[in-house]
């Protein structure tokens, strides 16, 4: 799934 | 995390570290274009506006304040104390032509219609063209310090480990986002052209010449 509102990354 | 993210990481805080010391060594940000500067701040703040809502990690937590911190420092260092070495006549794109664009993007293509989503997927394409005036700015000047040119090295090897890192993620996760693999696409493709004089004239000792 693309990646919702969960910004895990820098 | 994973080795690519770690090393994209590290890639970027070695940029961002090279920058300040260029700056406070020479005591000049001679070469160094302030409107990508501006730029890569609104980036991070825009970005990591979820600081206050969602704790990923202590390292994600510190990270992002030291990106936040060191732009603004930057900033300040550019356009308030080393202010007489900035060279605003080179230093001339037009950052509207892209701070616009990328927002009224970000209104049409983005994962979610919110707020803080509008933001980070704005911030996303932003920083995908944010090196436009550094660039624009070597070529005016047709040479960049060899400092400079790390920096540049450095800045733009982050976004390119970042797209292993998301094919990586891809693979042994199942995870991707579009947004960010296609604007990170672009980002480093916007460096291949420096990573080519990097590479053939930097790393033999001379001096990053742009033909002119």
């Known amino acids: 799934s693309v990646e919702g509102n969960n910004h895990d990354e820098l | ?212």
């Open chain 2, 1 to 212: 995390m994973n080795i690519f993210r770690l090393a994209g990481d590290l890639s970027h805080l070695l940029a961002i570290i090279l920058l300040l010391i260029k700056i406070w060594k020479t005591r000049s940000c001679a070469g160094i274009s302030g409107k990508s500067q501006i730029l890569f701040a609104v980036v991070y703040i825009s970005r990591y506006l979820d600081l206050v809502t969602t704790f990923v990690s202590v390292y994600n937590t510190v990270m992002k304040l030291v990106f936040i911190v060191s732009s603004v420092a930057t900033l300040y260092m550019m356009y308030v104390k080393f202010k007489a070495t900035y060279d605003h006549n080179h230093d001339s794109f037009r950052i509207e032509f892209l701070l616009v664009p990328c927002f009224v993007l970000a209104l049409l293509i983005h994962a979610a219609f919110t707020p803080l989503e509008i933001l980070w997927t704005f911030s996303i394409y932003l920083e995908a063209v944010a090196i436009l005036p550094q660039l624009f700015l070597v070529s005016k000047t047709g040479e960049a310090e060899s400092i400079t040119s790390h920096y540049l090295f450095a800045l733009g090897s982050y976004r390119a480990l970042y797209l292993l890192n998301w094919i990586y993620r891809y693979y042994a996760e199942g995870h991707y986002d579009l947004i960010a693999i296609f604007a990170g696409a672009i980002q480093t493709i916007l460096y291949c052209d420096f990573f080519y004089l990097y590479i053939t004239k930097v790393l033999k000792g001379k001096k990053l010449q742009l033909p002119a």
